[in-house]
């Protein structure tokens, strides 16, 4: 997750697989050119996989994958809240700020390439107490880890609400 506002008032952290969605876009039109060239060529079976084929199959992978979640901590509001979005449409969960207690990183194991990681949230009161991911699925790489250390250094610094006015 990247940092996208960090103020003493708001904090918003945001994950999009931009790399991802660009490489399965770039498979698909390359599908498409092949598909384009073996029908000039009169292929019709490299027609069919190169125009129909190939190209729906990768984008299954991009309807399932490419998903944009995004935290958003207001203090001015007593807000958190959870945005997720797919191509099935848009999600938002709110909860209140004072009821968050730390940012955790949840660490998987599971697979031969070494332990995945992401980003959850202890919330310590309300009627949502309890561990929430931020994001559905785990990742290698420190990502979790600076999402994790972002939102709990903000949490940690002291806000003064009384601030004179001018």
Known sequence: MKTIRNTPEQLILRSAPWLLALLLCGFILGAIGFGLNAFFAGDRSGMFWGLLG????????????????????????????????????????????????QAIVQTSNSGDNGPTHRVALVLEAGMDAGTHPVTPVYASGKGAKR?????????SVDVDSDSPQA
Request: charged share 30%; hydrophobic share 55%.
């Open 54 to 101: 190939i190209p729906a199959f990768l984008a299954i992978f991009v309807v399932i994958f490419i998903r944009r979640d995004e935290v958003i901590m207001d203090r001015s509001r007593d807000l958190l809240e959870l945005r997720h979005s797919t191509f099935f449409g848009r999600r938002k969960i709110k909860h209140s700020l004072t009821h968050l207690k």
């Open 147 to 155: 999402a994790a250390d972002a939102i709990n250094a903000w949490l």
